[in-house]
């Protein structure tokens, strides 16, 4: 009879413990989304990509132009003027491979500036949740994002809009997320 009672004891303190926690979400794509310095570090991230790849454009236009040449005039080279024009080919092709690498491989310049304008506003935003946890006194939020995947939320448990006003930006919308936002910073 005592082993039944230290059991039930046990059980009820193991389900009581885990009933007793509290816990919420954050819709960080929808944070990050709402805010005006991350779409602009976005923005600015698009440009720099998009002049780099108009460079690679640039240097494959001439790699290709140098095919072509080569193709249409190999049968007027000797063979030493040939193996020169392949070696030029190979160099301007291996410059075009390392400077893609440069740019958009990894830690590359697109990963750097990421880290530089990116990684300051998710820390920003990492510190207000932490902030909105324990106000709220919650032991877990979760991130309802881009790499976790929630089957079924309780919109009651979306602290995303705590988040946003911890962070300054007045919410102006309700609560299915449409609409706009104001910074309050300004």
């Given amino acids: 009879m005592k082993k039944i009672f230290l059991l039930i004891i046990t059980f009820g303190s193991i389900f009581g413990s885990v009933n007793a926690q509290r816990f919420a979400y954050v819709d960080t794509d929808y944070i990050l989304d709402m805010l005006p310095e991350y779409r602009s570090a976005q923005k600015r991230l698009e440009q720099f990509s998009a ?41 301007k092709e291996k410059e075009l491979k390392e400077y893609r690498e440069q740019k958009f491989g990894y830690e590359g310049e697109l990963f750097k500036k990421r880290q530089e304008l990116i990684k300051p506003i998710q820390d920003k935003v990492f510190e207000a949740v ?29 602290k995303s809009d705590e988040v ?23």
């Fill in 130 to 158: 932490q902030k909105v946890a324990k106000t709220g006194a919650l032991d877990f939020i979760f991130a309802k994002g881009g790499e976790m995947i929630m089957l079924y939320s309780n919109a009651k448990y979306d």
């Fill in 51 to 91: 002049d780099w790849e108009k460079e690679v454009e640039k240097k494959q236009a001439t790699v290709n132009k140098m095919y072509r040449d080569y193709n249409a005039e190999q049968v007027l080279l000797t063979e030493e003027m040939r193996k020169k024009r392949e070696q030029e080919i190979k160099e």
């Fill in 164 to 186: 946003l006003t911890e962070l300054g930006v007045a919410i102006t919308k309700n609560k299915e997320k449409e609409g706009t936002t104001q910074n309050k910073n300004k």
